[in-house]
């Protein structure tokens, strides 16, 4: 039966800590080709993705419980009257929060053309053209 073994388990921990191959070497007195290859050992490549999974989801639990907080920031800001770029900021990402995002969408105009001799002298000339049709919707 395989098994994490106390030093693999470390280094996970390390890992996610943000801690770097060297230093977890030398904190388990391992060469970092050691710690190479443990990383690729197939338990603990699924251990490292299941705690990284669980901190994701730690994280995104921690964010939902205080989401009312950062609308209320959001909205302070907002309606902060000292910075114009910063109130900008606050009542677009509000607006787009509460209508959707506007995306760009290119007009398709282009014409075809079989002459390719012409296809890098015009290329600048043709993406000029396509930036200047693209609208926001």
Do not use: P
């Not at 106390?6 to 007195?29: H, P, Y």
């Not at 907002?78 to 910063?86: E, F, I, L, M």
């Amino acid at each position: 039966m395989d098994v994490i073994t106390v030093d693999k388990d470390r280094m996970i921990d390390m890992l996610l800590s943000g801690i770097n191959i060297t230093e977890i070497a030398e904190t388990l007195k391992v060469s970092r080709q050691t710690i190479y290859a443990w990383k690729k050992e197939t338990l603990v490549e699924a251990e490292l993705e299941r705690r990284r999974q669980q901190l994701k989801k730690t994280a995104q639990n921690k964010i939902e419980n205080n989401v009312c907080s950062y609308i209320d920031n959001m909205i302070e800001l907002a309606n902060q009257k000292t910075d114009n770029r910063t109130r900008y900021s606050a009542n677009k990402f509000l607006i787009e929060h509460a209508l959707g995002i506007a995306s760009a969408r290119k007009e398709d105009n282009l014409k075809a053309s079989d002459d390719d001799s012409n296809k890098d002298k015009n290329e600048i000339k043709e993406d000029i053209t396509n930036i200047k049709n693209f609208q926001v919707v």
